[in-house]
């Protein structure tokens, strides 16, 4: 599966959209974009993935770009609530296991 | 609907010694993947089982085994414990192995002295 890279840390005012980057600039065809989020002393939650086509869903927007080389994760208003680290995970549609291979994620931090 | 639950929350032991830790799927779920983590890293794959037989492992020495039940609960077995096993000890479910959605539970906080 490929490497992804996510900035450490952002900060992000309560109400506001919450835009987290990734960058997996050696994606291969087969492969998704997954997001998962930790909120502190929580497991792992999913959130949202796509191939190419941009994703919508009740808690979060998926923008892929055209080149499939890095994607955003939109968070239209954040709350106090969404405070956690995210992790953007690829994974190969034939990965018949359930390996997911998580990085060092973002941690937003959303502020009153 | 419940979800994934393990247990215990919490326990210490000392280096050397043998812990258990246990996993209850979501209903429904036939796969379940455990995975590591310690402090300020993200989660790390250890293996996964599907309907008992373990079908995807990591790069985690032999001294760790797991079991599934019929059931499908499961069990993460960690033999001659040191001192860099202390991390957060997470499963996960899913309806089948490859789901596109796996469910993590709380997880249990191993600690080794």
């Known amino acids: 599966d490929a490497k992804t890279t996510q900035p450490p840390s952002m900060d992000c005012a309560e109400g506001r959209a919450a835009n987290l980057p990734c960058n997996h600039s050696?994606?291969?065809?087969?492969?998704?974009v997954y997001w998962y989020r930790q909120i502190h002393s929580q497991g792992p939650q999913y959130i949202i993935h796509?191939?190419?086509n941009n994703e919508t869903n009740e808690m979060a927007s998926l923008i892929i770009t055209e080149d499939r080389k890095s994607s955003t994760l939109i968070l239209p208003h954040a709350t106090l609530r969404d405070t956690a680290v995210y992790y953007c995970?690829?994974?190969?549609?034939?990965?018949?296991?359930?390996?997911?291979?998580f990085g060092g994620g973002t941690r937003l931090m959303v502020k009153p | 609907e419940t979800g994934v639950t393990q247990s215990p929350t919490h326990l210490i032991k000392t280096r050397g010694q043998q812990v258990t830790l246990r996993c209850s799927s979501q209903s429904g779920h036939n796969t379940v993947s455990w995975y590591q983590q310690a402090l300020g890293q993200g989660p790390q794959f250890i293996f996964q089982y599907y309907r008992e037989e373990e079908n995807g492992r990591g790069n985690f020495p032999p001294r760790f085994s797991g079991l599934q039940f019929p059931n499908y609960s499961s069990e993460l077995n960690v033999n001659a414990l040191e001192l860099d096993d202390s991390a957060l000890y997470l499963c996960?479910?899913?309806?089948?192995?490859?789901?596109?959605?796996?469910?993590f539970g709380p997880g249990t906080r191993l600690t080794v002295t």
């Open positions: 996960a479910s899913s309806l089948f192995t490859g789901a596109r959605e796996q469910y």
């Open positions: 995970i690829v994974r190969a549609s034939n990965n018949a296991g359930n390996m997911l291979t």
């Open positions: 050696t994606i291969s065809g087969n492969e998704y």
């Open positions: 796509g191939l190419k």
